[in-house]
């Protein structure tokens, strides 16, 4: 069993930063592929990012260019930089552990274990 916990949410102004940050226990960290998602009200949870097994990471468009993803097995956290924010980034923000991919690691139907979430407020 995983548990994750997310940290580093808040309000920010258009344009301005902010750094997530997402901590595991419980699992043999490095094995996981980890994701960010994010919901805003009355939509669906979305993909944001990824970080495969072989180190290489996939962002969806819309944050391309402005939210950076790594990770530190050391410390079992991963962390999302998230620069030049808009309101349109507004959400709750989770990270997401997935042990096997079936069809897409796009797809929060397939991660396994999931944090609790974090408020990401972007003000115009």
């Known amino acids: 069993q995983v548990q994750l916990v997310e940290s580093g949410g808040g309000l920010v102004q258009t344009g301005g930063s902010l750094r997530l940050s997402c901590a595991a226990s419980?699992?043999?960290?490095?094995?996981?592929?980890m994701g960010w998602f994010r919901q805003a009200p009355g939509k669906e949870r979305e993909f944001v990012a990824a970080?495969?097994?072989?180190?290489?990471?996939t962002y969806a468009d819309p944050v391309k260019g402005r939210f950076t993803f790594s990770r530190d097995n050391t410390k079992n956290t991963v962390y999302l930089q998230m620069n030049s924010l808009k309101p349109e980034d507004t959400a709750v923000y989770y990270c997401?552990?997935?042990?096997?991919?079936?069809?897409?690691?796009?797809?929060?139907?397939?991660?396994?274990?999931w944090g609790q979430g974090t408020q990401v407020t972007v003000s115009s």
């Open positions: 997401a552990a997935l042990l096997r991919v079936r069809s897409s690691f796009k797809n929060p139907g397939e991660y396994d274990y």
């Open positions: 419980g699992g043999t960290f490095s094995t996981y592929i």
């Open positions: 970080i495969l097994r072989s180190g290489s990471y």
